[in-house]
């Protein structure tokens, strides 16, 4: 697949069903304030959502205005947000996007954002310092509700591997490429997000993909291509394969025990479900830019 290209739309309608399938229909809510939404998402660059939450309820109980955040001493709001770590790194981002806000605007809201077409709004956040194509889409869609599709690791990690974007499309091209294939409605995006996060994390991992318990496994282009590699090597070799992931277990191989692997259940996602429903803003995963 050339690189910019849009994904296979039957790819895309094979998957979207069986991620509904397996971890819910979802349905937009509205989640924070925009300003506060594009604060939380600074602070869950490169944390998990509980150390996220921590760090901001942290952040709101020591400051009571977004204006005392920016104005006090960086140290002060380093402390502040230590739990969510990186705090040296992220207490300087969020002054200087508070600061940004502010001379853009002359006061510290970007409630504006609501009025504008999505691609007008994230010209605009774009434009902040600190804030890239993930925070920018955290924004439009979790606070107003605007169809950006935010790309984080697992997003993007899952995406490549389905096949929805070619393997040499970065995490900030991928966010054009997918919106555009998801056609602009807010809630379908939004259930895509969410899902594909939550099957990044139970079972389309980084480390491995579980694609013998996966229930894409007939929507997926890194499966299709495994699958046939492994009836060639095996024909050949008659040994098991590799499934790609250092010694990943072959899609649909038996344990070691000779039993098959089951299919997956509730208990596989429950875990990633649960934290999702949990998140003081929605789900975030690791970060893929900013
Ligand atoms: S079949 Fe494997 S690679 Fe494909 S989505 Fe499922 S777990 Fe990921």
């Given at each position: 697949m050339p690189p910019l290209m849009s994904p296979a739309p039957n790819r895309l309608r094979c998957a979207e069903p069986a991620l509904h399938a397996a971890y819910g229909p979802r349905r937009w809510r509205r989640h924070l304030p925009p300003l506060d939404e594009l604060i939380l998402t600074v602070l869950s660059q490169h944390t998990s959502d509980a150390n996220t939450a921590r760090a901001f309820q942290s952040l709101r109980a020591r400051f009571p205005t977004w204006e005392a955040v920016r104005s006090a001493p960086t140290t002060e709001v380093a402390d502040a947000i230590r739990s969510g770590g990186l705090a040296d790194l992220k207490a300087p981002r969020i002054q200087a996007i508070l600061d940004s806000v502010l001379e853009e605007r002359g006061t510290l809201d970007v409630d504006h954002l609501a009025g504008l077409p999505l691609d007008e709004a994230r010209r605009w956040l774009v434009?902040?310092?600190?804030?890239?194509p993930k925070t920018a889409a955290c924004v439009l869609l979790f606070?107003?509700?605007?169809?950006a599709l935010p790309v984080d690791t697992h997003v993007h990690r899952v995406a490549k591997r389905l096949g929805l974007i070619g393997p040499e499309v970065s995490a900030d091209q991928a966010h054009a490429v997918l919106e555009a294939a998801l056609g602009g409605d807010r809630d379908r995006v939004y259930a895509f997000h969410v899902n594909m996060i939550a099957h990044g994390r139970a079972l389309?991992?980084?480390?491995?993909?579980?694609c013998e318990r996966c229930p894409l496994t007939g929507c997926c282009e890194y499966y299709a291509e495994h699958a046939t590699a492994r009836s060639g090597a095996g024909a050949a070799s008659g040994s098991a394969p590799s499934g790609g992931g250092g010694n990943d277990p072959l899609p649909g191989a038996p344990r070691a025990n000779g039993k098959q692997r089951p299919p997956v259940t509730p208990r596989d996602h429950g875990r990633a479900a649960r934290r999702l429903g949990r998140a003081p803003g929605a789900v975030r995963g690791g970060a893929v830019g900013s």
């Open positions: 434009t902040l310092n600190g804030v890239g606070s107003l509700g605007k169809p389309c991992t980084a480390r491995r993909p579980f």
